[in-house]
Nanobody
Framework: HVQLVESGGGLVQPGGSLRLSCAASGLNSESHYIGWFRQDPGKEREGRACSSSSNSRIYYADSVKGRFPISRNGLYLQMNMLTPEDTAVYSC???????????????????WGQGIQVTVSS
């Protein structure tokens, strides 16, 4: 049984940084991938970054390349140079027993954390 719990969200000023963490249990260490998604009220989740344990591939959405590095194990998302447009609920997600590369679409994931609020405002 996979469980994911996010932490590290909160309120930050524009230009600031936050580090999101995903506490994961139940994952096969050799074959899983983890992704980070954002969701605005009334909208679909959007993938931000993901990392695959089996082939070490990492992918980013264009809007966060160079700003939101994901850790190799996928458990941390460092959010730098934050802008008000980054405000959203962020979730980590995982697919267990997966040997393929990760992706930034929700259909590739079957385990989700509860989400955590990130607010960028002065």
């Amino acid at each position: 049984h996979v469980q994911l719990v996010e932490s590290g969200g909160g309120l930050v000023q524009p230009g600031g940084s936050l580090r999101l963490s995903c506490a994961a249990s139940g994952l096969n260490s050799e074959s899983h991938y983890i992704g980070w998604f954002r969701q605005d009220p009334g909208k679909e989740r959007e993938g931000r970054a993901c990392s695959s344990s089996s082939n070490s591939r990492i992918y980013y959405a264009d809007s966060v390349k160079g700003r939101f590095p994901i850790s190799r194990n996928g458990l941390y998302l460092q959010m730098n140079m934050l802008t008000p447009e980054d405000t959203a609920v962020y979730s980590c997600a995982a697919r267990n027993n997966a040997h393929q590369a990760c992706g930034l679409f929700t259909f590739g994931y079957d385990n989700w954390g509860q989400g955590i609020q990130v607010t960028v405002s002065s």
